[in-house]
């Protein structure tokens, strides 16, 4: 197949981005021509297999003929339909219009997710059951993936003197309510647990998380590669997002994956791995509840357990493998039915 993805900016550490970048990599490998058509330049975090064109704007001269064309964002979906170089591909890996930060734009974001000339595609169940319901419209699950070669576990930990809590994401998107993170962390250390915040963001650090009164370590724009050795230096990871904004939340998984013990928001993403006992969950936005929550997960070494073993068992279905298995199924039933195939279906002409 020959496969475009339409990028806004390829440069930045987003999951979104990062997954994108990945798909055209390993489809690449695969022996499809996949080429990434970006406003930007390339990424400096990951090396590219794939093709890569920076353009000044998504016209027909500026993308290839292709078989598919896939819109990676609400921005990009309409020039995928608009450059006539294949068909249409409309990739949602999180519903834009609920985002406080958009809520300008949102009309012209529910125009987008309308535009019935699109082949709907998406990376979690409640993601497509929503946008079905939303917009009238059937979409495609394809089950997302992690990098299961690097997201592995390392021995199991048991924590010592200081736990070391993960948390994970920019403090500057309000959905995924970082504040109330930080708020548990000190309701935990005043209630006596020696915490060591392990804070990890792909944008700088925002004024007001620089005001905390328990030890912090700082990751910046960590190399997706090195993810999984920081991870497996965890106690504890924390997922704090407040609702069905979030689409999927890579960290938590690849967490999970590398046998981290989860205390997670009860949203529909991180409802979704499965049983109950992977995490511990608790409401969003909910300070006191988290708190207490990380010193079960931190000082119960049954519920750590427990935790580690339904972690590694949930992560393990988001494989590589499954993932692109998936969506080259998925890519290839939604191509043009090739001639001969269509000439085979047709009735045979009555003799003479």
């Known amino acids: ?36 058509v970006a406003r930007s330049g390339p990424p400096a975090w990951l090396d590219l297999r794939c093709e890569f064109v920076q353009v000044p704007g998504f016209t027909a001269q500026h993308v290839p003929d292709s078989d598919l064309v896939v819109g990676t964002y609400f921005t990009t979906v309409p020039h995928a339909v608009l450059c006539g170089k294949g068909v249409p591909v409309h990739y949602c890996q999180g519903y834009e219009g609920d985002n406080p930060e958009t809520a300008p734009v949102r009309a012209q974001i529910e125009a987008v997710y309308r535009i019935p000339d699109t082949r709907k595609l998406t990376i979690a169940r409640h993601l497509a ?24 576990p390392g021995p199991q930990r048991e924590p010592g003197a200081i736990v070391r809590v993960g948390l994970v994401g920019p403090y500057q998107v309000a959905w995924k309510d970082l504040p109330t993170g930080f708020a548990a962390c000190e309701l935990a250390a005043r209630a006596g647990l020696r915490l060591q915040l392990v804070r990890a963001t792909n944008t700088e650090p925002h004024p007001e998380e620089l005001k905390v009164s328990f030890p912090t370590e700082w990751h910046q724009r960590v190399p997706p590669a090195r993810m999984g050795e920081l991870y497996r230096t965890l106690d504890v990871f924390l997922g704090t997002s407040r609702g069905a904004e979030e689409g999927f939340f890579l960290p938590a998984v690849e967490a999970m994956a590398c046998g981290v013990p989860c205390v997670l928001t009860d949203i529909p993403c991180f409802r979704e791995h499965g049983r109950d006992g992977y995490a511990l969950f608790v409401p969003p936005r909910d300070p006191m509840a988290m708190a207490e929550a990380l010193v079960v997960a931190a000082r119960h070494p049954q519920v750590r357990r427990q935790l580690r073993r339904e972690a590694l068992a949930a992560a393990a279905q988001y494989t590589r493998a499954r993932h692109l298995d998936a969506l080259e199924r998925t890519f290839q039933a939604l191509l043009p039915r090739p001639v001969h195939e269509t000439c085979a279906a047709l009735p045979a002409p009555a003799a003479r």
């Open 129 to 152: 059951q929503s946008l079905g319901q939303r917009f009238a419209t059937p979409w495609t699950f394809v089950p997302y993936s992690i990098d299961d070669a690097v997201m592995t």
């Open 1 to 36: 197949m020959r496969i475009t993805y339409l990028l806004e900016d390829a440069t930045g550490l987003w999951g979104g981005v990062k997954s994108v970048l990945e798909d055209a990599n390993a489809l690449a490998t695969r022996g499809h021509r996949v080429c990434v």
